[in-house]
């Protein structure tokens, strides 16, 4: 068994309330859930109106399909114009672990 994490930091644009960070980040959760069947949720920063912070994490049987996936989320979020992509803190935990 494989489990791959992601964590995100983002830099949001044109936010001036956390109701307008909310209509950023949700669309963001939802798409990385719906493309790559991942858990995904805004983790830190929630009482920031600019800065978000999500997490990802996949489990699975083939280490090659977490790195895949996990390579794919980060393309999508670092594609979004809307968000600045300040960071991103990748970990595997395998079964030697």
Same mark, same amino acid.
């Given at each position: 068994?494989?489990?791959?994490?992601?964590?995100?930091?983002?830099?949001?644009?044109?936010?001036?309330?956390?109701?307008?960070?909310?209509?950023?980040?949700?669309?963001?959760?939802?798409? =990385?859930? &719906?493309?790559?069947?991942?858990? %995904? *949720?805004?983790?830190?920063?929630?009482? /920031?109106?600019? #800065?978000? $912070?999500?997490?990802?994490?996949?489990?699975?049987?083939?280490?090659?399909?977490?790195?895949?996936? =996990?390579? &794919?989320?980060?393309?999508?979020? %670092? *594609?979004?114009?809307?968000?600045?992509? /300040?960071?991103? #803190?990748? $970990?595997?935990?395998?079964?030697?672990?």
């Amino acid at each position: 068994m494989y489990v791959g994490t992601l964590s995100f930091d983002l830099l949001l644009g044109d936010v001036h309330s956390l109701k307008e960070k909310r209509s950023v980040v949700r669309p963001i959760v939802a798409e =990385l859930q &719906r493309k790559f069947s991942v858990s %995904a *949720a805004e983790v830190g920063d929630q009482d /920031l109106h600019r #800065r978000a $912070r999500i997490g990802v994490a996949l489990v699975s049987g083939d280490a090659g399909f977490v790195s895949d996936v =996990l390579d &794919r989320c980060e393309r999508l979020v %670092a *594609a979004r114009p809307e968000v600045e992509l /300040l960071s991103v #803190r990748r $970990r595997y935990h395998g079964d030697e672990d």
